[in-house]
């Protein structure tokens, strides 16, 4: 059988009919046919005998959080419900990076750690919902936004799942219908968004409302949203090349979709074009953008430092 390269981890081809107990026999654990992963360690320690239950229970703990894709992780995730402590940790850990306003790798480490679960209870729709809406925040942060298309339809496909599941949850409809409007689908995202409206009140409703008016009227981005996400990306990537005017083209051609700018108002974008303009020696057309970054965010740190510069 094939098995998943994983640094540290070596295959153990279990004898047929073989198993293992823990927690004083309350937990019986068949192995096989497919090969168990196990640390390296343990499987050096091995000696002919079949691994015990610590052992296979790192070993798949490991593989897991490695690669919740792995082959067999379905079978692996089975088994790990039998490691309650080892589950107890992963959902500690899932909540922990939920709770606080994390970077970029630790949200790629929640979306891991939600798949397991995902793999241990497959039709509860509420890991599918917490992964689409994670990738969502991840496709969306400026650090990631070179990944944001194929990020975003990640978050589709398990938002779909998740409502195919959930059939009318709220929150996976409403999460669901956003990412949608960025990747263009707009019939989409009414669809979803005109099945919520009876369950909104204000001001959400109104929101809501008036995007849909927006579509009805053809009033959209002139391309998707997730192309200019992907375009302020390589705007960064120019700037950090010292490629100042083509970097600051980019930014004024998204800032003149009025769209777009109306849909997702971004302070990052002015702010990002202030700089290029700062690089290129246009201080007078940098406070106009600083200041027109402040409006959308007052509290937008370095447009504050960068204007009272300027102003000095």
């Not at 047929?16 to 019986?28: A, Q």
């Not at 959930?166 to 996976?172: A, F, I, K, N, V």
Request: hydrophobic share 40%.
């Amino acid at each position: 059988m094939e098995t998943t390269a994983i640094p540290g981890v070596i295959y153990y081809a279990p004898p047929e009919g073989s198993e293992v107990s823990g927690l004083d026999g309350k937990v019986v654990l068949p192995l096989g046919p497919e090969p168990l992963p196990l640390l390296e360690e343990d499987y050096r320690t091995l000696d002919g005998e079949i691994p015990g239950y610590d052992a296979v229970g790192r070993g798949i703990y490991q593989a897991l959080r490695s690669d919740p894709g792995c082959h067999h992780c379905r079978r692996y995730a089975q088994m790990l419900k039998g490691y309650p402590h080892y589950v107890s940790e992963l959902a500690s850990n899932i909540l922990m990076l939920g709770e606080k306003d994390v970077e970029v790798p630790y949200l790629e480490r929640r979306v891991k750690l939600l798949r397991i679960f995902e793999l241990m209870e497959p039709d509860n729709a509420h890991f599918p919902l917490e992964i689409g809406t994670t990738l969502l925040e991840q496709g969306c942060r400026f650090s990631a936004l070179h990944l944001s298309t194929v990020t975003l339809y990640k978050a589709e496909s398990y938002l779909d799942r998740a409502l195919a599941l959930s059939g009318d949850l709220p929150r996976c409809a409403a999460t669901l219908a956003e990412v949608s409007f960025l990747l263009g689908k707009y019939e989409k995202a009414a669809s979803l968004w005109r099945e919520l409206f009876s369950t909104l009140t204000p001001p959400a409703s109104d929101e809501i409302g008036r995007r849909l008016e927006r579509i009805e009227k053809g009033e959209l981005p002139r391309v998707p949203a997730v192309d200019y996400l992907e375009a302020i990306a390589c705007a960064l990537s120019f700037r950090e090349e010292g490629a100042y005017q083509e970097a600051a083209a980019i930014l004024n051609d998204i800032m003149a979709d009025a769209y777009f700018v109306m849909e997702f108002p971004m302070a990052e974008i002015p702010y990002i074009l202030a700089l290029c303009c700062l690089d290129m020696g246009a201080a007078g057309d940098a406070r106009m953008l600083l200041r027109q970054a402040l409006r959308i965010n007052p509290e937008l740190a370095e447009a504050k430092s960068a204007l009272e510069k300027l102003q000095q």
